[in-house]
């Protein structure tokens, strides 16, 4: 496992991580992490995207009913996977794993689908979205390995392999839809049913399991840390409305404003991957933030 270091000896002088060491000093948090968390790892989140951009999104009705839909989307995966399958963890995920690890976090629900959070070390952690290492079939239900249907994938459309196209959101690649509608659509090896990754799409609603399962790490927190997040989605937003419910302080960690700013007891504006390691080294040495840069 490759790992980060935690923080830099001296601290860069950023404003609130103070009153952000204080405030979960004594609170074991429950994290929220999204797209932001893994951008310094190459892999890119929804924000700032052109209309063309976003008008290529999956939606789940789309990708179940068209079958143009579903080629364009594997044509674009079988590109962009490999982005995905490399990325290592950074600094930010490896601080939640030790912000885990010495009892300041008492889990991770992630909104993200790239597995790097368990990669770094955190060992409670809820993929509320799903994960992109994992295919389903719609039809008997099988699941197989992302990487092993990669192989499949290039086989069968050879046109793909080694191209290098501009990196999208969550394993995604912006493919000419020329050459993705002309691809081959993977099907059950098992029962010739309809592959979908195992990832909540568009349109689709989370899993009452996985709900549930986040729920229950949720109940566990004194605190909420939402790190890398615009909360757009309410998959996300919700774990934001039942902590204002219950009077549990809200800590919001991003670079610009997010849908949950409003409800906030402290808003850090700054990259998570700055701030995050800070964090992690402030809270294992009482004091040290005090300290000039």
Request: glycine fraction near 10%; charge should be positive.
């Amino acid at each position: 496992m490759r790992r980060f270091p935690a923080a830099p000896a001296t601290f860069p002088r950023m404003p609130h991580l103070d009153a952000l060491v204080d405030l979960l000093r004594s609170r074991p948090a429950v994290v929220l992490s999204g797209a932001g968390c893994s951008t310094d790892s190459g892999i890119p989140d929804y924000g700032g995207l052109a209309s063309r951009r976003r008008s290529a999104t999956v939606q789940y009705r789309q990708f179940v009913g068209d079958p143009r839909v579903r080629a364009r989307y594997w044509a674009r995966s079988t590109v962009g996977w490999r982005r995905v399958a490399d990325a290592a963890p950074n600094a930010a995920h490896s601080a939640l794993a030790e912000l885990e690890a010495c009892g300041a976090v008492c889990g991770v629900i992630t909104q993200n689908v790239d597995g790097l959070h368990q990669r770094a070390g955190s060992r409670r952690v809820v993929e509320l979205h799903g994960s992109l290492a994992r295919v389903r079939c719609l039809g008997c239900d099988a699941v197989v390995s992302r990487a092993g249907l990669q192989e499949r994938l290039l086989a069968a459309n050879p046109t793909l392999s080694g191209r290098w196209i501009p990196a999208a959101p969550d394993g995604d690649a912006d493919l000419g839809d020329d050459l993705a509608a002309a691809s081959s659509i993977p099907e059950c090896e098992t029962c010739r049913g309809m592959l979908k990754p195992d990832v909540v799409f568009f349109g689709e609603c989370v899993a009452k399991t996985r709900l549930a399962e986040a729920w229950v790490v949720f109940d566990q927190g004194a605190a909420l840390l939402v790190v890398g997040s615009s909360l757009a989605v309410y998959s996300g937003f919700r774990f934001v409305l039942r902590a204002v419910e219950r009077g549990i302080p809200v800590v919001i960690v991003n670079l610009g404003p997010t849908r949950g700013d409003e409800h906030a007891t402290l808003k850090v504006d700054e990259p998570v991957g700055a701030v995050l390691p800070t964090l992690s080294l402030g809270l294992a040495k009482p004091g040290a933030m005090s300290r000039s840069a």
